[in-house]
């Protein structure tokens, strides 16, 4: 019997917060915007690291990297990282986590729970990070972007008022976008042009 790949509440919402951020910052090249890449904060120090499940660096060209090394980036650190909790994460581990930010200079931190859809986050206060109290309706100082739940989901709405679109939205405007190509091919084929011309 072949595995299925099954997408996880988790998975789902790293999606969406990695690819919301990749569009609200399309036009700017000095955003960088990464998931799950490993954050070395330490010149000489591959032991100190991080992963969280989505950063955001401002101040550092766009393009790819197999890690972020902070002292070959002009010495600049993630500014807003999210984490996205699974069943898995335990909580020595999420103390550590929030240590290591809070120690390597990440500005704005979020914890989204999706499966008791808890959302909680902590902005810098000096050497600090203190929870922001009442995150729902909360906007971003960094990113400019509302947080909020519907329900358990997690809902990032952009500066422009429009919400943060899930990989099953994508999904479905690339699907109509390529039948209403398809519709508008076979018309000017029915008018005598060649669309591929």
Known sequence: MGSRCRTTPSSSSIVTIEGGLEALFRDREDVFVAGDLLWYPVEGRP???AAPDALVVFGRPKGYRGSYVQHREEGIAPQV????LSPNNRLPELIRKFRFYQDYGVEEYYVYDPESG???GWQRE???LG??????????????????LDGKDLRLTGPDGRPFASY??????????EE????LAARLRELGVDPDA
């Open 47 to 49: 032991d100190l690291r």
């Open 81 to 84: 990282v999210f984490e996205v």
């Open 118 to 120: 808890k959302l909680d």
């Open 126 to 128: 000096g050497e600090e």
């Open 131 to 148: 929870e922001i109290p009442g995150i729902l309706g909360w906007v971003s100082p960094r990113l400019g972007v509302r947080f909020d």
């Open 168 to 177: 099953v939205d994508l999904t479905q405007q690339r699907d109509l976008a």
């Open 180 to 183: 209403k190509a398809a519709r």
